[in-house]
């Protein structure tokens, strides 16, 4: 089992900025890959960002050059840094990894979520 917990979500005006922070409870090292997703009131979860064991990123066309995802393997922690951030990004966002568990094989974890609100 892997528990991934998320923070930093809030509310913030249009142009401003937030980290999200997604807490492993286990080190990265059998983690294939990890990445954000989002959720908003009466739409379905749509990729954000990905990041590969390998260190190489993906992000969704709408938030290409606003958002960055990266981790810090020594804190067992995943981040998105938002940008430049518009009313369509307010949604509950969720962190998902695809992790590799002896006798168990791989698996997708979520966290719980955390709620980003833009204000126009």
């Known amino acids: 089992q892997v528990q991934l917990v998320e923070s930093g979500g809030g509310l913030v005006q249009t142009g401003g900025s937030l980290r999200l922070s997604c807490a492993a409870s286990r080190r990265f090292s059998s983690f294939r890959r990890m990445g954000w997703y989002r959720q908003a009131p009466g739409k379905q979860r749509e990729f954000v960002a990905l990041l590969n064991n390998g260190g190489s990123t993906t992000y969704a066309d709408s938030v290409k050059g606003r958002f960055s995802i990266s981790r810090d393997n020594a804190k067992n922690t995943l981040y998105l840094q938002m940008n430049s951030l518009q009313p369509k990004d307010t949604a509950a966002y969720y962190c998902?990894?695809?992790?590799?568990?002896?006798?168990?094989?791989?698996?997708?974890?979520w966290g719980q979520g955390t709620q980003v609100t833009v204000s126009s």
């Open positions: 998902n990894a695809y992790v590799f568990t002896l006798g168990d094989g791989w698996n997708d974890y």
